[in-house]
């Protein structure tokens, strides 16, 4: 909801500044920075809609291009998801197998990912962004 929504709550947050006579904070402030260790500890574990999360935060309280917040988000998931990565490795029982079949496949979608969405326009990738997110609660409550 909130990739959808992000637009409309950046103008009102822009608007609300305004009426107080505040500046936007030009890193997110710390309330990205709280947002994305939370969405950081879950991602880390977990992992489902973590990209997600960090457009939302990052759409709503940066003034940037969806795109560049694109590959931001995906440097942080790399990062993030590193860090998990090591921790597993020592305190879990791995199906190497299934590793190298998902950083297969998330290496080669993420690569087609971001050629695609540096050419979006970006109500168009926001349009991706939620029908695959439609797709996924779907795929998840069917099956």
């Known amino acids: 909801m909130l990739v959808v929504l992000q637009p409309r709550l950046a103008r009102a947050l822009a608007r609300r500044r305004e009426r107080n006579g505040t500046d936007a904070p030009t890193d997110g402030g710390p309330a990205l920075v709280a947002g994305l260790l939370v969405a950081s500890a879950y991602g880390g574990y977990f992992g489902a809609a973590q990209g997600v999360m960090y457009l939302s935060l990052m759409g709503v309280l940066l003034h940037d291009e969806l795109q560049r917040i694109n590959a931001l988000k995906n440097i942080l998931a790399v990062v993030v998801n590193g860090v998990a990565a090591l921790f ?3 305190v879990a029982d791995i ?4 590793v190298l079949l998902i950083a297969a496949g998330s290496t080669i979608g993420g690569q087609i990912g971001a050629k695609v969405g540096r050419r979006l326009p970006p109500t168009a990738l926001r349009g991706v962004i939620v029908a695959v997110g439609i797709v996924a609660i779907v795929q998840l409550l069917l099956g």
């Open 88 to 90: 597993f490795v020592f």
């Open 95 to 98: 199906d190497w197998k299934a």
